[in-house]
C-alpha cells in the first residue's frame, strides 16, 4: 500500500513536517507534539480549536521557549495527548482517572470523558447497600 | 461579567492573559500556572495572599530564571496545585496523603485540609481493640 | 570481526564511536541513544530505516537542540528502547503493556508486539463465563 | 519572637530572605531549599554542619549553576529534605525505607534513623518460626 | 574523632575534591557522582576500568555538557549507582529486578549479579508441579 509513495508513509510524513511541531508547556512540563495530533480527534476540542486554523486567532500565551502555556495538570495531560495520538485510553496502574477525567472535561473530549467514567464505575467497590427485606 | 467579550470563554481568557502566568520554583521543581489559579480559593491561603495584590507587597526571592521559590516537597504540592486548577482532590493510588495534608496545612488551604484528614482516616486500618466481653 | 582491535570489546566501542550518537525528543523527553542500538532489531523497524543509511535519506525534524523529533509517548518509549539495547522485554509493575504495544505496533517491532500481546492475554482475568451444567 | 516584626510570619521571613537560599545538586538532581531548613534539626548532622556557619569553612565542590554538590542518590534524599522541612517522616508507598535509612545514616540524621528502624521493622514479615510444642 | 582532621571527615572530604566529579549522560538522564564511586567495587567493573586510570586511556564520548556518555536504560541504572555508593542492593516496589540485573551484567558487577538473581528467584511463584505420588 505503499508504493506510490517510494520515500515516505503517513507516520513518516508526520515526523518530517517540521512546521507540524508544538511545544507545550503544561504546567511547567514541556510536551512536544504536532498539528496533526492536537487536532485529530474531537474536532471542536479546545485543542483542536486551539491549533486548527494556526496561531493567528487564538493568541495564546507562550513561554520564553516559545511553548504553548496551559494552566493544567502534567501528570494527567500524559494520557490525554498519548490518546490523541493514538486513539486509546491506556493508564498505567498508579494514574487515578479522576485526575484524568478533570482534563478531558477541561479540553472537551467527549469521547474520552466517557470512556473515563466508564473506568470509574468499573473500579468502584461494589454498592455494599443491602436491601431491606 | 464576561459579556463584553464575545469570543472568548473563561478558559480561553485565562490562557490568553500573559500578565496572569506564575513560575514557581517548588523544592526545585518548576511549576507553571496563573495567579487566578492560585488566588482561587481559600482567600487567606498563604499562596492567595501571596499573589492576589501584586508583587510589590510580598517580597517574595525568585531563582535566576525569575520563578518564586517556595521550600517545599514538589511531590506534594502537586496535587494542591491541581486542586486550585479545578476544585477537586485527586491522589494517585502511590502517593501518601500524609504528604499533602502537610502542604495543605503550610499553604493553609482549610477545605483541602479536611479532605485530607477524611482519606487518612479512612485509609487507617480498622480498630483492632476487642471490646471486652 | 572484532580481532583485530585488541583494546576495546564491543561495549567499550559502542562508548567510544562518537559519530553513533543520537538524541531523540520522544513527547518533549529527551533519550540519549546510539544508531548501532537504534538499528540493532527487526531490521525494517522504521527506527532502524530511520538511522541505517544516515540521515540524507531521511529528513527527520529535529528540535533547537538538534534532537529527532518523534511524537510518541516518553513512557512508553522507555522499554521499547531498553529491549533495543539488551534484546529483552523489561516493564515495571507500575507500567500498562498495552500502552507498550502501542509503540511497538508504531515503530514495526514484530518481534516484541507479539511479546508484548502474551503479557498483555496472560494479565488478563480468567474468563469468567461459567459452564451451563 | 516576631513581635517587632509586624508584616510576616515565620513562613513568610522563610521565603523572602534571599540569601537563606541554597541549592543541592543530589546525583544529578537540582533541589532547592533554605539554610534554615538545613540546619533546623540534629545539630550535628552533615547538612546542618555544612550549611551552620555560612560557606567559608566548608569547601563544598559546587556544580556549574553554583549547587553543592553531594553524590547520593535524589530518590531516597527527597524524603530527607522533606523531613528537614516539617519534622514527619513521610513516605509514599512506592519507596522503599531500606533507601532513605541509608541516607539518613549517611547525613547523621539520628531521629530519623530509629524512625526508619522502626518502619521497616514493622514491614518485615512476622517471624515463621513456629514455637515448639 | 575529628579533633586530629580540624576541617574535613571522610565524607566531607569526597564531597570537597572537586576533581573527583564526573557528570554521566546515562540514555538521556544525567547523573552526578564521583570517580571515588564508581570504582569502588569490582576492581574490573567497566566503570571501574572507565574512570580508574583517569580519562586518558578510555576515550569515551561525552555530550555538550561534558558528560559521559553510557548507552543505557537510566530507570535502571539508578540502583546501580546507588549501590556502588554504599554497597547495598535497594529495589523500590515498582522496580523491575530484571531490568536492573540487565546493566549489573553490561557493567560487569559480579556480586551484585548474585544478589539480582537470588532476588527475581524469590520473587518468581512457587513451582506448581505437584510430585507424583
Not at 66 to 73: E, K, Q
Amino acid at each position: 500500500s505503499e508504493t506510490k509513495e517510494p520515500l515516505v508513509h503517513s507516520s513518516h510524513q508526520e515526523v518530517c513536517n517540521q512546521s507540524e511541531w508544538v511545544h507545550l508547556n503544561v504546567g511547567g512540563k514541556l510536551f512536544t507534539t504536532t498539528v496533526t495530533t492536537l487536532t485529530r480527534t474531537d474536532g471542536d476540542s479546545m485543542l483542536a480549536r486551539m491549533f486548527m486554523h494556526g496561531d493567528v486567532e487564538w493568541q495564546s500565551a507562550v513561554d520564553e521557549t516559545g511553548a504553548y502555556l496551559i494552566d493544567r495538570s502534567p501528570l494527567y495531560f500524559e494520557p490525554i495527548l498519548n490518546y490523541l495520538r493514538h486513539g486509546l485510553l491506556v493508564l498505567d496502574k498508579s494514574v487515578n482517572p479522576e485526575g484524568v477525567l478533570e482534563e478531558a472535561k477541561f479540553f472537551g473530549l467527549t469521547s474520552l470523558i466517557e470512556q473515563l467514567e466508564d473506568v470509574i464505575e468499573r473500579e468502584q467497590p461494589p454498592d455494599d447497600s443491602t436491601p431491606i427485606n
